[in-house]
């Protein structure tokens, strides 16, 4: 277990982020679903372009580390670098961005785990300060229930979370996924989060995913929508490698 955590602290000496508060690639969101005891999984987006608020960023590194700790429970640690295409005045060229630390423990073993029925799962977590002044330590916590069938597979996130700002606010999303069975199977998700008294987010998308072998998937969407009042575009390609350590 030792081991699991010091290569996941790490790959974060080398890396920054910036990203909703936990995902499963190429989505926001993510499934009830955790890594076995021991077991290491990176996913990783080498580079992604981003339209947001007017500013146009490339995203190098995207990544995501998932330590499986203890049956039913994982440790996951996100986020992306963003780097402006165009330097602005007063701002960072480089900048980290909404990196977080949570646990994810499955309370129901479900469809996901090669049981019946729906896998149900929480995560829990906390917000480290952003790159921008005024932000601190924040906190999240979601509910998510998952359920995989022959057609597919429905991914159901709801939470609440104290912003980095220190505004509440409240998020939901709905991924959905074709056929397990499939070795490229589409995918989509409908996203919305509200911060109080800052805005909405509000965004869609679509993509696939490759199935390569039972250690490795390779991933790509298209993202778009409204954050803030402002128009959100963003594509991503990365892929998903897990080993036991």
Excluded: C
Excluded at 17 to 24: E, G, H, L, V
Excluded at 211 to 235: H, P
Aim: net charge negative; aromatic share 6%; glycine share 12%.
């Amino acid at each position: 277990m030792m081991r699991v955590v010091v290569a996941i602290g790490m790959m974060l000496g080398t890396t920054s982020w910036s990203a909703q508060a936990w995902a499963y690639r190429p989505f926001d969101s993510t499934d009830a679903e955790v890594a076995k005891p021991g077991e290491l999984e990176f996913e990783i987006g080498p580079v992604g372009y981003l339209v947001a608020e007017g500013e146009r960023f490339l995203v190098a590194p995207a990544i995501i580390g998932n330590a499986g700790l203890v049956d039913r429970v994982e440790l996951v640690l996100e986020g992306r670098n963003r780097i402006r295409t165009t330097p602005a005045a007063g701002e960072p060229r480089a900048e980290i961005a909404d990196a977080a630390l949570s646990l994810k423990t499955i309370l129901r073993e479900g469809s996901m785990q090669g049981e019946s029925g729906p896998s149900v799962a929480t995560e829990i977590g906390t917000l480290l300060p952003a790159a921008e002044p005024e932000t601190r330590l924040g906190a999240i916590g979601a509910l998510i229930v998952s359920h995989r069938a022959e057609v597919g597979a429905a991914h159901l996130n709801g939470g609440i979370f104290l912003g980095r700002t220190h505004h509440p606010g409240a998020f939901a999303s709905l991924i959905v996924e074709g056929p397990l069975t499939w070795r490229v199977r589409p995918v989509a998700e409908g996203f919305y989060e509200r911060e109080f008294d800052v805005g909405t987010i509000r965004t869609g998308l679509v993509g696939l995913i490759w199935k390569t072998s039972d250690a490795l998937s390779i991933d790509g969407a298209l993202r778009a929508g409204r954050a803030f009042d402002a128009t959100l575009m963003e594509v991503r390609a990365g892929l998903t490698w897990s080993f036991e350590m």
